[in-house]
């Protein structure tokens, strides 16, 4: 069973600009949710998926936004990239219960500088 | 403020157990106790979940205190793979609340 894959791996922006982020979840998943991971803050929750709808979202601004197509598959996009939007961005697929076990990606490392 | 505390990090000798402990003292009735860890250059993978029971798994046991303010991740035998940081997390109807984790070291 193939798991979570995320592209691209790595990836070096400059302020201002906009990166597009995808993540393919395990086959049979409906729930897709991202995660930003810096070393000061930690593993900070960004959004869920389910069934192409957002279900939940963390406290992170607007410039911080995604989507999921009718095959599961998710993207996550951040606008007018800042110097502190640079971290690892995981993203996990489950099968959406609250009591279920989250599949991880590798995570995507995005540089801003 | 975080909704889990953990010690920044631990250190245990090969093929003893190792005990992790995590402060949930917010935790309200229906959100659910996970564990994960998570290898270098890799992303978090699930250890084990419980709600008011202990619970015990191939990787590991989780024993929940009757109040349910704190839970123990307990591995019986430390190997040098379990060398990783270990998250404790709270599942609410809304999302999974990650702490600043537990750096596990394992000495040979």
């Known amino acids: 069973k193939a798991g979570v894959t995320q592209t691209p791996r790595y990836l070096i922006k400059t302020r201002g600009q906009q990166v597009t982020l995808s993540c393919s979840p395990i086959?049979?998943?409906?729930?897709v949710s991202w995660y930003q991971q810096t070393p000061g803050q930690g593993l900070q929750f960004l959004f869920e998926?389910?069934?192409?709808?957002?279900?939940n979202k963390g406290n992170f601004p607007g410039r911080f936004s995604g989507r999921q197509f009718s095959n599961s598959r998710s993207e996550m996009n951040v606008s007018t990239l800042e110097l502190g939007d640079s971290a690892l961005y995981l993203c996990?697929?489950?099968?959406?219960?609250?009591?279920?076990?989250?599949?991880f990606g590798e995570g995507s490392r995005l540089t801003v500088l | 403020d975080a909704k889990t505390t953990q010690p920044n990090s631990m250190e245990s000798n090969e093929e003893e157990p190792v005990h992790l402990p995590c402060n949930h003292s917010?935790?309200?009735?229906?959100?659910?106790i996970h564990w994960y860890r998570q290898l270098p250059s890799q992303g978090p993978e699930y250890v084990i979940h419980?709600?008011?029971s202990n619970v015990n798994n191939r990787m590991a046991s989780l024993a929940i205190a009757e109040d349910r303010k704190s839970s123990t991740l307990i591995l019986h035998r430390a190997t040098l793979r379990d060398a990783a940081v270990y998250y404790c997390?709270?599942?609410?109807?809304?999302?999974?609340?990650f702490g600043t984790g537990t750096s596990l070291t394992v000495i040979p």
């Open positions: 996990a697929s489950s099968m959406g219960q609250r009591d279920g076990e989250l599949f």
């Open positions: 086959s049979g998943h409906r729930s």
């Open positions: 998926y389910f069934s192409e709808t957002q279900r």
């Open positions: 917010t935790i309200s009735g229906t959100d659910y």
């Open positions: 419980g709600l008011t």
């Open positions: 997390i709270l599942r609410d109807v809304y999302q999974f609340y």
